[in-house]
């Protein structure tokens, strides 16, 4: 018969190597779950990270837009604006245009009578003044003492008058009429000359003073200035205002400011002095003299 062997096994030291195996492979998923789990939170983060930026990015980029919306309505608002302006600046320039075209017309057609009058009043004070000799001789011989070597230079004072205003131009003639010997005697007169670029030209006396004015007011202030300068005038002063081929602008500031400046004159004076004013018109202006 034969017999049959028993197999036995220490199970112990088996099941301690499996225990052994699957701790190992425990803390093998352990650590590699670990891992995972922080890679996952560092991609996690880091999303949010860009998130964050790209929000704040995208706020900004808002705020941007809107600025610049802002800015474009500015501008098309001032651009609007800037146009109506414009177009109205041109109206107003077209009016003051045709204004200033009818003035100078006027004025051209105011000094062309004026100048025709001027000339014609010259001509015929011109005329009184070309007496012949047979009739100056005895008038001016009639006087006192007529031999007397005042009278002689008194008689070729006047002699060389006559013939000077015989021979000169028709405003030279009215201007020494209006500026007579009886006239002098008792008043003050002050030649206001407008030159051609502009310069007003004051003649006091033997002084004389240029300056310059666009406009009313900027004239009453320099020739007040000028008149504070001067000595005490005589009780009457006479300002004679003529112009060459001046700016109808200038001319007319003179024009406009005379009345006014005479009477801030006259009221600085508490009223000793008076100030009057006659605009003689054009006048061509004289070559200076070089000695």
């Not at 017999?3 to 699957?22: A, E, G, H, N, W």
């Amino acid at each position: 018969m034969i017999s049959r062997r028993r197999l036995t096994f220490q199970l112990t030291p088996l099941l301690d190597l499996l225990l052994i195996v699957i701790f190992a492979q425990f803390m093998d998923t352990q650590e590699t779950t670990a891992r995972i789990e922080q890679r996952a939170e560092r991609q996690i983060e880091q999303a949010e990270s860009k998130a964050k930026k790209l929000s704040e990015l995208n706020d900004a980029a808002q705020q941007k837009s809107i600025a610049l919306a802002e800015q474009n309505a500015q501008v098309e608002r001032k651009a609007a604006q800037t146009e109506k302006l414009a177009v109205e600046m041109e109206q107003r320039m077209r009016t003051m245009q045709q204004l200033s075209e009818k003035k100078n017309q006027e004025l051209s057609e105011q000094l062309k009578v004026a100048q025709e009058q001027r000339n014609r009043v010259g001509e015929l004070v011109q005329e009184l003044f070309q007496l012949p000799d047979s009739l100056v001789d005895p008038l001016l011989k009639s006087r006192v003492d007529p031999d007397s070597e005042q009278t002689k230079a008194k008689i070729e004072q006047i002699q060389k008058q006559l013939q000077d205003l015989a021979g000169a131009r028709a405003e030279d003639v009215i201007r020494h009429f209006l500026t007579y010997d009886e006239l002098t005697k008792r008043s003050d007169i002050w030649e206001l000359y407008l030159t051609e670029n502009g310069v007003f030209r004051l003649k006091i006396g033997q002084q004389t003073t240029d300056f310059r004015a666009d406009s009313p007011t900027m004239f009453v202030d320099r020739l007040y200035a000028i008149y504070k300068t001067v000595p005490q005038p005589k009780s009457l002063v006479i300002i004679l205002f003529s112009y060459g081929d001046a700016k109808a602008s200038v001319r007319f500031a003179a024009t406009q400011g005379l009345p006014l400046v005479a009477e801030r004159m006259r009221a600085d004076s508490s009223g000793r002095t008076r100030y009057e004013y006659a605009v003689m018109g054009f006048a061509p202006e004289k070559p200076e003299v070089t000695n």
